[in-house]
């Protein structure tokens, strides 16, 4: 890909130079061209004119000669040819120097062809050919000579040899390419660099999804500009941050999950095996098959939990707010909890201070992240311990609290309390229904409804969970 889109720039970018210095030289070519063929033309009809002018004043014995002269002395001047034909378009008179010398001229006798002939008597005429008189091209101007009664009495053509131009042309072309030729080197070496530096990135950015492909997510892209090159770097660098972080989440799910799967399966398996190879005595045979009857409550609900937590995530899970009261609910949850905590001696503060406050939300999500808090709170406190309640509103939002007393949250598992199969506990046996998705279930849930969850603790003193719900 590296060199396909290498070459496909460069050789795009060397194209249109090379097109533009073409068109531009051409253009050049043709404007010196132009110029020096009008030039010429110029000249032409200046000496076309000096001899006609001479022939309508000169009318003596000599005039011939005198005409020989004039033409011969023009033609030298100006390096130019002149002849005159008659009106049937033969050469009588001619410039050059055989007829100086006294030499036949080998234009005598030749006919200027009748096209041209028949443009030339009408008035000054421009013409670019060999007038059937040369060999090669000539610029050529015409001019006719009228005698008293008006009629055409002979036409006087002035001619210059094309070559000249062309070779002036030429060496100009010549000049020219040779000095573009630094230019174009030096514009094909930046041309490389730019590409070669527009594209690496790109090479970069292959190889990096290579490796990414591979599972290997540990290349960064250098941001080397501020372009939008260097801003595709960022972006990418910031997916692959993002890709790293999800598979680390990827990997440590997988293991939790498989760590939270095993252990019961190895609990049911083991006792089952024991039941079926006689080692578990007939009359214990019930208080372990009591045993494996938890585990599989708890791998059901851990499935259940996944799948909730699954379409949560997913929002595939859709809200159904109804109104309801929040302080009705939160006396069903405390006395649903009402048998451990009598159990453990636990004083309950702040529910009979609180009033009554409607909400609108999914009372049945609702209902899972307040009963979270409070068997939560009810589980980590001690015996004798205390658990408080505080519910209060604004015009905006509702504001619950659940502090209970016990030994608290560590400032170092506190920010990730929230995230999925975490537990504080790392030796995992704080509590062994615990999933370690309650928490995050909560946040989702919370989230959900546009609101927010937090933690706050104190080690051995006391632990506040707050939840905010807009009303």
Not at 136 to 150: C, I, R, T, W
Not at 295 to 304: G, H, P
Request: net charge neutral; with cysteine.
């Amino acid at each position: 890909m590296k060199q396909k889109l290498f070459k496909k720039y460069f050789f795009s970018m060397s194209l249109i130079i090379l097109i533009s210095l073409i068109v531009m030289m051409l253009t050049l070519v043709f404007i010196f061209n132009n110029f020096l063929s009008n030039s010429k033309y110029e000249v032409l009809s200046k000496s076309c004119n000096s001899v006609v002018d001479y022939l309508n004043n000169e009318q003596t014995e000599n005039s011939k000669q005198n005409i020989f002269t004039l033409m011969s002395t023009v033609s030298k001047v100006s390096d130019i040819d002149i002849f005159i034909c008659d009106s049937n378009g033969k050469i009588s008179i001619c410039s050059c120097n055989e007829c100086s010398s006294g030499e036949k001229c080998t234009k005598f006798g030749k006919y200027i062809p009748k096209r041209i002939l028949d443009k030339s008597k009408v008035k000054e005429s421009l013409d670019f050919g060999t007038l059937d008189v040369y060999s090669n091209a000539h610029f050529s101007v015409s001019k006719p000579f009228f005698d008293e009664s008006g009629t055409v009495k002979a036409i006087v053509f002035s001619t210059t040899s094309a070559n000249s131009v062309k070779t002036l042309i030429t060496t100009v072309f010549r000049f020219c390419l040779l000095s573009a030729i630094i230019p174009i080197i030096i514009m094909f070496f930046a041309i490389f660099a730019m590409s070669y530096r527009m594209v690496r990135p790109l090479r970069l950015m292959s190889d990096a999804a290579k490796a990414m492909a591979k599972g290997d997510f540990s290349k960064r892209i250098p941001v080397t500009s501020d372009d939008e090159i260097g801003e595709l770097a960022v972006s990418f660098n910031l997916m692959t941050n993002s890709l790293s972080q999800l598979e680390g989440m990827r990997r440590s799910f997988v293991a939790n999950v498989s760590h939270e799967l095993k252990t019961p399966m190895t609990t049911i398996g083991g006792f089952i095996d024991g039941i079926i190879d006689g080692t578990i005595e007939e009359d214990k045979q019930n208080y372990y098959l009591g045993i494996v009857s938890e585990e599989v409550k708890r791998l059901s609900r851990l499935v259940q939990t996944m799948l909730n937590m699954s379409k949560l995530e997913s929002g595939e899970y859709v809200l159904k707010p109804e109104l309801f009261d929040m302080r009705e609910l939160l006396f069903t949850i405390a006395i649903s909890q009402e048998q451990q905590i009598e159990h453990k001696q636990i004083e309950i503060s702040g529910l009979d201070a609180i009033e009554s406050v409607s909400l609108k939300a999914d009372k049945d999500l609702i209902h899972q992240v307040v009963y979270n808090l409070v068997d939560n709170a009810v589980k980590f406190t001690p015996e004798n311990g205390k658990i408080s309640f505080l519910l209060t509103r604004d015009s905006k939002q509702l504001t619950l609290k659940i502090s209970n007393s016990g030994r608290g949250i560590p400032k170092e598992d506190l920010p990730y309390i929230f995230e999925r199969f975490y537990k504080a506990d790392k030796s995992r046996s704080a509590n062994k229904n615990s999933t370690g998705l309650g928490l995050y279930i909560a946040k989702n849930i919370v989230s959900a409804h546009g609101g927010k969850i937090s933690a706050q603790s104190e080690e051995n003193e006391i632990t506040t969970f707050t939840i905010n719900l807009p009303l």
